[in-house]
T-cell receptor
Framework: DTEVTQTPKHLVMGMTNKKSLKCEQH?????MYWYKQKAKKPPELMFV???????INESVPSRFSPECPNSSLLNLHLHALQPEDSALYLC?????????????????FGPGTRLTVT | GESVGLHLPTLSVQEGDNSIINCAYS??????FIWYKQESGKGPQFIID?????DKRQGQRVTVLLNKTVKHLSLQIAATQPGDSAVYFC?????????FGSGTKLNVKP
């Protein structure tokens, strides 16, 4: 199984709502990532988890709150978002993080959640 | 900050021709390089990678060339097919840097 799954595929939420994005992988990967991608732009890194611990936070606003309950799951909790937060949110996983060997750097991406904030 | 750019934001090629997609990067500490392909409505998909101690690596119909002297990376696709139509991103990485290039859209004309 080389798949990263993300739910939901689409999400529309108001600025006062609280919602969560979910990501799951069963490849035994120990690093998981959240990216944000605006239309016609490259993905931008938000968070990196390594061995279920937050390793990188790219100065993301606190209205985005990541959580890694176990090695297979990654959540992104959303609260009080702004319309400019509308984007495609991508989850990825990799074998390791700075674990040495190029194969550990290859990231497997999910299809993303298309988020619209109204 | 990181600067990763591409020479050609959009590339149109005839089916069967070879395609070359370029990427310039600025971080001399980058020690591995990955090319990703992103089709419409999908997440990026790994194509090929190369380590900084190599200058060329070949896969199936794809070749990646690395010139560290001028900080330039290219992806060559042989006999381009309609299924190759997508946006291609380079990804020069190192220990804790995860930046994608700005992307090149490849259009394959039948």
């Amino acid at each position: 199984d080389t798949e990263v799954t993300q739910t939901p595929k689409h999400l529309v939420m108001g600025m006062t709502n609280k919602k969560s994005l979910k990501c799951e992988q069963h490849m035994g990967h120990r690093a998981m990532y959240w990216y944000k991608q605006k239309a016609k732009k490259p993905p931008e890194l938000m968070f990196v988890y390594s061995y279920e611990k937050l390793s990188i936070n790219e100065s993301v606003p606190s209205r985005f709150s990541p959580e890694c309950p176990n090695s297979s799951l990654l959540n992104l909790h959303l609260h009080a978002l702004q319309p400019e937060d509308s984007a495609l949110y991508l989850c990825a996983s990799s074998q390791g993080y700075a674990a040495g060997g190029i194969s550990s750097y290859e990231q497997y991406f999910g299809p993303g959640t298309r988020l619209t904030v109204t | 900050g990181e600067s990763v750019g591409l020479h050609l934001p959009t590339l149109s090629v005839q089916e069967g021709d070879n395609s070359i997609i370029n990427c310039a990067y600025s971080n001399s500490a980058s020690d591995y390089f990955i090319w990703y392909k992103q089709e419409s409505g999908k997440g990026p998909q790994f194509i090929i990678d190369i380590r900084s101690n190599m200058d060329k690596r070949q896969g199936q119909r794809v070749t990646v060339l690395l010139n560290k002297t001028v900080k330039h990376l290219s992806l060559q696709i042989a006999a381009t097919q309609p299924g190759d139509s997508a946006v291609y991103f380079c990804f020069p990485g190192n220990f804790n840097k995860f930046y994608f290039g700005s992307g090149t859209k490849l259009n394959v004309k039948p």
